[in-house]
């Protein structure tokens, strides 16, 4: 068979789809809410409502610099870009989705944990793996926050925490050499090591915050303390 498709390759007759280049997902938690965040002082969060979605972009661009055939999907928590932008007054959740439309992504939208890794359950077709993971959104060290400080100050309501990832997604979706990365704050305290251990591949976290500055900058998140994983 192996023998065969090589010839069909060599006469012009197969051509290998560019669902073979594999698939990357990119989930991205939501922001924080203003009123909430001018009650902490320094300890305040998102003064820019993109600070994931811009991350995300990033991110999206250097794969397809690198990879032009990848297939990303883009996993966003979509109800604390909707709180947010009444807060704003602007309407943020069409401006991703044209975000997503110009870079030729799949945009899914969620709106809770469960949703989420559903999503990511959803993401592989066609006995695609997943080759890359990566999260931008707020976290501690033991889960993904992915409404942090927008409906309750200070706290997360919808989480995905590090002792449900084996039972909540699957293992078989990733590809044996996947590359993971969590741009969430603290991650490589814990969460690194039981995605390992749910997944039988390393995630990059940080062992101190994340900052997002750098986005701006058209950069990834930059890290107070070690990358480990």
């Given at each position: 068979?192996?023998?065969?498709?090589?010839?069909?390759?060599?006469?012009?007759?197969?051509?290998?789809?560019?669902?073979?280049?594999?698939?990357?997902?990119?989930?991205?938690?939501?922001?924080?809410?203003?009123?909430?965040?001018?009650?902490?002082?320094?300890?305040?969060?998102?003064?820019?409502?993109?600070?994931?979605?811009?991350?995300?972009?990033?991110?999206?661009?250097?794969?397809?610099?690198?990879?032009?055939?990848?297939?990303?999907?883009?996993?966003?928590?979509?109800?604390?870009?909707?709180?947010?932008?009444?807060?704003?007054?602007?309407?943020y959740i069409p401006k991703i989705r044209e975000t997503a439309g110009?870079?030729?992504?799949?945009?899914?939208?969620?709106?809770?944990?469960?949703?989420?890794?559903?999503?990511?359950?959803?993401?592989?077709?066609?006995?695609?793996?997943?080759?890359?993971?990566?999260?931008?959104?707020?976290?501690?060290?033991?889960?993904?926050?992915?409404?942090?400080?927008?409906?309750?100050?200070?706290?997360?309501?919808?989480?995905?925490?590090?002792?449900?990832?084996?039972?909540?997604?699957?293992?078989?979706?990733?590809?044996?050499?996947?590359?993971?990365?969590?741009?969430?704050?603290?991650?490589?305290?814990?969460?690194?090591?039981?995605?390992?251990?749910?997944?039988?591949?390393?995630?990059?976290?940080?062992?101190?915050?994340?900052?997002?500055?750098?986005?701006?900058?058209?950069?990834?998140?930059?890290?107070?303390?070690?990358?480990?994983?």
């Amino acid at each position: 068979m192996k023998n065969m498709m090589r010839l069909l390759m060599a006469a012009g007759l197969f051509a290998l789809s560019p669902l073979a280049q594999g698939l990357e997902v990119i989930l991205a938690g939501g922001v924080a809410l203003r009123s909430w965040e001018n009650y902490r002082g320094p300890s305040a969060h998102d003064n820019w409502w993109a600070n994931f979605i811009r991350a995300s972009t990033v991110q999206i661009g250097i794969t397809k610099a690198k990879k032009p055939n990848e297939r990303i999907v883009w996993i966003v928590f979509r109800p604390s870009y909707i709180t947010r932008g009444k807060e704003n007054k602007i309407d943020y959740i069409p401006k991703i989705r044209e975000t997503a439309g110009k870079l030729g992504v799949q945009l899914v939208y969620v709106d809770s944990a469960d949703a989420a890794y559903a999503a990511i359950n959803k993401a592989p077709r066609r006995g695609e793996k997943i080759n890359s993971f990566y999260y931008f959104g707020h976290s501690n060290p033991h889960a993904f926050m992915l409404d942090y400080s927008n409906d309750i100050i200070g706290a997360s309501t919808q989480w995905m925490h590090e002792n449900d990832l084996a039972a909540k997604i699957r293992r078989d979706i990733f590809a044996p050499d996947a590359e993971c990365w969590s741009y969430g704050c603290y991650t490589g305290q814990s969460m690194s090591a039981k995605w390992k251990a749910a997944f039988g591949v390393p995630m990059w976290g940080n062992t101190e915050s994340t900052r997002y500055q750098p986005v701006g900058e058209g950069k990834l998140p930059a890290g107070a303390g070690r990358w480990v994983r």
